[in-house]
Nanobody, 116 residues
Framework: VQLQASGGGLVQAGGSLRLSCAAS????????MGWYRQAPGKQRESVAV???????ESADSVAGRFTIPRDNTKNTVYLQMNSLKPEDTAVYFC???????????WGQGTLLTVSS
């Protein structure tokens, strides 16, 4: 199983960016896909999740600014980030899990830096 996250970079506050996570080695459409982030000195936190049926959940801190679409034909999940804030600066990881009781697979992380 491999999750390849990409798309991070440096962006100004108020800007937008889209992260991608391409999965291989799993039946992608059956998995809930999630984005997590870890800022320096902080614990990893959930950002947004999209379940296999398309239901999404997002953290209060990003609600209304971030969306998490998925493309099952490309085995890819995205994180569309708008109205970025300096506090969104973190390493972003993607995650795949077939159920809440199963193990989770993790990607390698991609760094987002938002300048003020």
């Amino acid at each position: 199983v491999q999750l390849q996250a990409s798309g991070g970079g440096l962006v100004q506050a108020g800007g937008s960016l889209r992260l991608s996570c391409a999965a291989s080695g799993i039946r992608f459409s059956l998995y809930a896909m999630g984005w997590y982030r870890q800022a320096p000195g902080k614990q990893r936190e959930s950002v947004a999740v999209i379940k296999s049926g398309g239901t999404t959940e997002s953290a209060d801190s990003v609600a209304g600014r971030f969306t998490i679409p998925r493309d099952n034909t490309k085995n890819t999940v995205y994180l569309q980030m708008n109205s970025l804030k300096p506090e969104d600066t973190a390493v972003y990881f993607c995650n795949a899990r077939i159920s809440s009781k199963s193990r989770a697979y993790w990607g390698q992380g991609t760094l987002l830096t938002v300048s003020s």
